[in-house]
T-cell receptor, first 115, second 117 residues
Framework: GAGVSQSPSNKVTEKGKDVELRCDPISGHTALYWYRQSLGQGLEFLIYFQGNSAPDKSGLPSDRFSAERTGGSVSTLTIQRTQQEDSAVYLC?????????????FGDGTRLSIL | AQKITQTQPGMFVQEKEAVTLDCTYDTSDQSYGLFWYKQPSSGEMIFLIYQGSYDEQNATEGRYSLNFQKARKSANLVISASQLGDSAMYFCAMREGIGGSSYKLIFGSGTRLLVRP
């Protein structure tokens, strides 16, 4: 079946512009995660959605970052007034539920470059 | 605070040989889970293997096995019979306490494995 789908795959924008990154999780997966991967680094947690529960936003680096998940499916990560340090690969993952053994399945990511 | 440490930034292995990638972790939780992911140069994150803190046996998944030493807080990945396609970045990750409200993964900095023909 289809995996996690992210769009766009690449995004280049000017400093100060707003960007929206989209994630379409695997059908039936109730848990959705956003991570950020800077060049040559491991992944950094940003935000987590589970069903209709309030999201865990503890990883968002600043109030310029926000995310929503509509209808328990597609999620959008928005970065306002982008800065050069926002340049990174943004990865979305989903899992079947919040069960401890459930692996997170990742999309191919959006490579964001801020000029 | 929870932390994952991968001390080998880069590793070489000869094709068909076994290789061990190190991972140590730090947590005060009794219930936790450990994951290994592979990231080829194309960028996707591929789930390899999972070990629960209460699992009595070391996890195995094909050519992948996990050498889990709970007292030492280590969860090393063993790849047997290395193949050229195993060349990639490998990340160790830990999931926070099972009873927690969030299931985010905390990742190590990764190990780049290069398999030589």
């Amino acid at each position: 079946g289809a995996g996690v789908s992210q769009s766009p795959s690449n995004k280049v924008t000017e400093k100060g512009k707003d960007v929206e990154l989209r994630c379409d999780p695997i059908s039936g997966h109730t848990a959705l995660y956003w991570y950020r991967q800077s060049l040559g680094q491991g992944l950094e947690f940003l935000i987590y959605f589970q069903g209709n529960s309030a999201p865990d936003k503890s990883g968002l680096p600043s109030d310029r970052f926000s995310a929503e998940r509509t209808g328990g499916s597609v999620s959008t990560l928005t970065i306002q007034r982008t800065q050069q340090e926002d340049s990174a690969v943004y990865l979305c993952a989903s899992s079947l539920d919040r069960g401890a053994r459930q692996p997170q399945h990742f999309g191919d990511g959006t490579r964001l470059s801020i000029l | 605070a929870q932390k994952i440490t991968q001390t080998q930034p880069g590793m070489f292995v000869q094709e068909k040989e076994a290789v061990t990638l190190d991972c140590t972790y730090d947590t005060s939780d009794q219930s936790y889970g450990l994951f290994w992911y592979k990231q080829p140069s194309s960028g996707e994150m591929i789930f390899l293997i999972y070990q629960g803190s209460y699992d009595e046996q070391n996890a195995t998944e094909g050519r992948y096995s996990l050498n889990f030493q709970k007292a030492r807080k280590s969860a090393n990945l063993v790849i047997s019979a290395s193949q050229l396609g195993d060349s990639a970045m490998y990340f160790c990750a830990m999931r926070e306490g099972i009873g927690g409200s969030s299931y985010k993964l905390i990742f190590g900095s990764g190990t780049r494995l290069l398999v030589r023909p």
